[in-house]
């Protein structure tokens, strides 16, 4: 229970403290107490008690606009609206500067990144191929050291993902800087609006880099099925329709990554669509999964190919978690619309 009361204190400690701010105050401690206890007596544990109070009672700004009020906050000394703008207490204000400097990195940071995945993805192309090559009778690869057929491709795929880390890694650093301004910023009304337009006139670009991508995606598959015909009478056609999938998928990863990693960088600024304050929780959870999931692909993907030589078939664990995870994501989406 202390640690509602101290997350109620922190709540309240930017508003405006007047007697009718003291009065909701007090009944939404009375509230939030009755949930508490109720919850325990329902045999939650102590975090599982306090989490729901605070998500259920926790938004500060909701709670003052659905009884006609408008809070207040101190902000660089300065007293003005909670929630202005779509902000909320206590966020650092930013100048024009520093959002132009933020999107500039931004762009830069996604370029490096999906430059970065298609690099692995060559790597993964190359592999491909070379074992298909490899196992050619025509070309009398059999005569070759065991060695070289077996590691020359997986230490080519190595190499690349070594390359790609190393672009991560690089982005990530130039980008460290302004990591506090995806942490939910202060922006001045009228640099919000010219967001807002730059946003809007960017969302053609978007949606014709998301729809040649998911075009790219589907065409990919009709390839490999095609080719996947063909390889009945010349095997090699096998890994040229996964490679060519997986060349298509490559283009259309630098396309939802590039584009869309800028709408995304919008969204976070203005607080709004998936970035907005309610959907956090949300955006928590699925963030979460990811950190766990993917590293966890990565490992069953080279010990499938390093323990079991799998490396013909385990790509196939990549687009099979893809869709999971989508579906995942999709359902907390889902849930989240249905509270």
């Given at each position: 229970m202390d640690t509602i009361m101290n997350y109620l204190n922190t709540m309240f400690a930017t508003v405006a403290q007047t007697e009718q701010m003291q009065k909701i105050k007090n009944d939404l401690a009375a509230n939030m107490e009755d949930k508490y206890n109720e919850l325990k007596a329902e045999g939650k544990s102590e975090n599982e008690a306090v989490g729901t109070v605070i998500s259920e009672f926790g938004n500060i700004d909701e709670l003052l606009k659905d009884i006609g009020l408008q809070p207040l906050r101190a902000e660089n000394g300065a007293v003005e609206p909670a929630g202005a703008g779509g902000q909320t207490a206590g966020q650092r204000r930013v100048t024009k500067e520093e959002v132009e400097n933020y999107l500039a990195a931004k762009k830069k940071h996604n370029k490096m990144t999906a430059e970065g995945v298609v690099l692995i993805m060559l790597g993964v192309i190359c592999m491909i191929l070379l074992f298909g090559i490899f196992e050619m009778p025509e070309y009398n690869f059999s005569t070759w050291p065991e060695s070289i057929r077996g590691a020359g491709p997986v230490i080519l795929l190595l190499l690349t993902v070594m390359g790609a880390v190393s672009l991560f890694i690089i982005s990530g650093n130039q980008f460290e800087k302004y990591a506090y301004m995806e942490n939910g910023v202060s922006i001045p009304e009228?640099?919000?609006?010219?967001?807002?337009?730059?946003?809007?006139?960017?969302?053609?670009?978007?949606?014709?880099?998301?729809?040649?991508?998911?075009?790219?995606?589907?065409?990919?598959?009709?390839?490999?099925?095609?080719?996947?015909v063909m390889s009945e009478k010349h095997e090699i056609m096998g890994s040229i329709g996964v490679a060519s999938l997986l060349s298509l998928v490559a283009v259309a990863c630098y396309l939802f990554i590039c584009p869309g990693g800028m709408k995304e960088a919008y969204e976070k600024l203005l607080g709004v669509g998936d970035f907005a304050p309610e959907r956090a929780r949300e955006n928590k959870i699925v963030g979460v999964v990811a950190s766990i999931v993917w590293p966890l692909t990565v490992a069953a993907f080279l010990v499938w190919g390093l323990a079991f030589d799998g490396w013909k078939i385990c790509w196939i664990l990549f687009p099979v978690v893809g869709i999971c995870f989508g579906g995942f994501a999709a359902a907390c989406g889902a849930m989240h619309e249905k509270r």
């Open positions: 009228e640099i919000r609006q010219e967001l807002r337009n730059q946003m809007e006139q960017d969302r053609t670009i978007n949606t014709m880099a998301v729809t040649i991508g998911v075009g790219l995606c589907i065409f990919g598959v009709i390839v490999l099925l095609t080719l996947g």
